[in-house]
């Protein structure tokens, strides 16, 4: 059973920076992909990146685009997530997930297509 851990959210003011990370455990495949996603209350989960472990194919969703960087250590099984100049509308419970390779094309990430999912981590920009 794959379990997903997040830690790294934070309160931080806009224009700081944080860095999120999820490490998977009972991941058995060297394909697959990991993401992340957020959702801010009242609104719907949205997509904010993704990267292949096998490979370097990674994508941005465009409000995040430029300020944030997704990375992975495949021997530890971790992706980490770096973002800059935050915005208070960055402002989200974060989710880790992931899926197939294919789940992370590069073009965009829909979250049916990743079938563990973490627990969470809130992210608050606020002055």
């Known amino acids: 059973q794959v379990q997903l851990v997040e830690s790294g959210g934070d309160l931080v003011q806009p224009g700081g920076s944080l860095r999120l990370s999820c490490t998977g455990s009972?991941?058995?495949?060297?394909?697959?992909?990991m993401a992340w996603f957020r959702q801010a209350p009242g609104q719907e989960r949205e997509g904010v990146s993704c990267i292949r472990m096998s490979d370097p194919t990674t994508w941005y969703g465009l409000s995040v685009r430029g300020r944030f960087t997704i990375t992975r250590d495949r021997a530890k099984k971790t992706v980490y997530l770096q973002m800059n100049s935050l915005k208070p509308e960055d402002t989200a419970v974060y989710y880790c997930a992931s899926g197939s390779r294919l789940a992370c094309s590069g073009k965009s990430i829909r979250g049916g297509d990743f079938g563990s999912w973490g627990q969470g981590t809130q992210v608050t920009v606020s002055s």
């Open positions: 009972g991941i058995t495949s060297d394909y697959y992909a």
